[in-house]
């Protein structure tokens, strides 16, 4: 059988012993099934402890586990602060109501990542190994001697995973996955469990904190009284897309990222084609059949030659020309898209807010 180093025992009084502290020469317990441990030393191999006569059931998978739970007693018992952090999130003040927060890939802009942190010794004062609570059996379980806070579990995981009916029980567990002492030791030293990939917190409370966040940037579409039309160099946000043109007579705002086509929307062209159902004398080359893309990606007029237009006309130049014959193909495809997007339409006499547009309204 391999020799086994730990770096940890129990001392006479149960206390747990550094291997640096150790004494050659006096006899100490395993954690797990309190065996005697000796202290060795050499000028090749590293202090450490082994067992004088190991069983074939102390492996150091239960040493770990066992060390873990007294080291952490330990640390409780003698220290005024065992703090713990887990996440959570600052939301935007108007995330429950916003048009626009209900899409996995916003989060960046509606909420961020944020932690809560405790110190539990200022709501319990007793921890206890291997304690029975509702059925389920506690690593640790801490409690307030005057039963003023339900208790929470601390559970070690070496070897075994921690039983589902404890996890979905609503009891509040900390569960802390263990390899190595050097893992344990990181834990204890920063003085706080923090939720890690490691460390994992079930049926706490996680409540979302108030954050000003940066704003989700959206798409929008302004319609002037004079028919020109434009989308704002800035786009516009989630925060002040309802601040209306003075001259506008229609605005139509949208969330890209909301798009659940897999084709991009254009929105200069997606603007013009909705004005266009609701406004008589609404003219863009853009919606024009005979505005084209040619083989660089440049658009042009297909009757320059013809009929003697400019060749690469600015859009809005068919506002004044006698050839526009609207696409319908152009309107029809844009118009398919408004199932699939969150949006909000202004008309001139509506209040600031418009109407919405949610696609998970439309999707219910």
Known sequence: MAELKYTYALDDNENCVNIENAQKGIEYLCPHCKGKMIVKEGSVKVKHYAHKIRPQDCSYETYLHALAKKRIEEWFNSDETFNISFRTKDRCPNFAHCLWNHNNTLSSYCEKESSQSFNLKNYYNVITREKTYKGFRADLLLTN???????????????????????????????????????????????????????????????????????????????????????????????????????????????????????????????????????????????????????????????????????????????????????????????????HITYNVWEKGMDKYGVDYDILEKDE
């Open 145 to 339: 001697s005057e039963n003023k806070h339900e208790p929470v579990f601390i559970e070690i995981l070496v070897s075994h995973q921690c039983e589902k009916g404890k996890l979905v029980s609503g009891i509040r567990i900390i569960e802390v996955v263990l390899n190595s002492e050097y893992e344990l030791n990181t834990i204890i030293q920063s003085g706080t469990i923090s939720e890690n990939e490691r460390v994992n917190f079930y049926n706490f409370k996680r409540k979302c904190g108030i954050s000003e966040t940066e704003g989700l940037m959206l798409n929008k579409f302004v319609l002037l009284d004079s028919m020109q039309g434009f989308c704002p160099s800035n786009r516009s946000n989630c925060k002040i897309y309802t601040q209306r043109h003075s001259s506008a007579i229609f605005e139509i705002t949208f969330d890209y990222l909301t798009n659940h086509t897999t084709t991009w929307i254009n929105p200069f062209v997606f603007g013009w084609a909705i004005a266009y159902k609701n406004y008589e004398n609404v003219k863009n080359c853009f919606l024009c059949k005979y505005y084209k893309e040619n083989y660089y990606n440049q658009r042009l007029c297909c009757l320059y030659k013809k009929k003697g237009i400019e060749k690469y006309c600015k859009s809005n130049q068919a506002i004044g020309c006698n050839e526009f014959t609207v696409d319908e193909s152009v309107i029809s495809e844009n118009h398919n898209y408004l199932p």
